[in-house]
């Protein structure tokens, strides 16, 4: 099966950022476990850097635009590893989607094109309004 245009070592951080998301789930799963949210955080971040790079990781959180939501995510992980794990978890969502606002567009073309759910997903998606962030614009 050919694959993206992903090298060998952009795969190894997509793997880094899937473990990372499981190990989010199973923390909220298991009420706010501090030890499974603190690893996902961890293999989020090592994946991230390892898909794009040091330097651009480096970047994308210091933007000015988006420094109030990597204040956010900095801010629940360190809450996170002070043990206030539920405070820490909604304080990092907030700041994820500061940071990750303007791609949940494109994730949701994508989700869109899905063979069985993805005309169930695009209803929900014009629903909600998360498609089309910039189209109303008067310009």
């Known amino acids: 099966m ?6 060998d070592a952009q795969k190894i951080g997509v793997a ?22 603190a690893m996902g955080n961890i293999l989020f971040l090592i994946g991230l850097t390892i898909i794009i ?5 480096l970047l994308f959180f210091a933007r000015k635009q ?14 996170i590893l002070f043990r206030w794990p539920l405070i820490g978890f909604l304080v ?6 500061v940071l990750f606002g303007d791609f949940l567009g494109t994730i949701a073309s994508f989700a ?20 089309r962030r910039n189209t109303e614009l008067p310009v």
């Not at 923390?27 to 499974?36: E, S």
């Not at 988006?66 to 956010?72: D, I, M, P, Q, Y």
């Open 66 to 79: 988006k420094a109030k939501g990597t204040a956010a995510f900095f801010a629940g992980l360190a809450l």
């Open 16 to 37: 880094f950022c899937s473990g990372g998301g499981f190990f989010l789930i199973g923390g909220v799963m298991l009420f706010f476990d501090r030890a499974m949210l």
């Open 92 to 97: 990092e969502l907030y700041g994820i989607f």
């Open 112 to 131: 869109r094109n899905l063979p069985v759910i993805g005309p169930y997903i695009g209803m929900a998606v014009d629903r909600s309004g998360v498609g």
């Open 53 to 57: 790079g040091p330097a651009k990781t």
């Open 2 to 7: 050919p694959t993206m245009w992903l090298s």
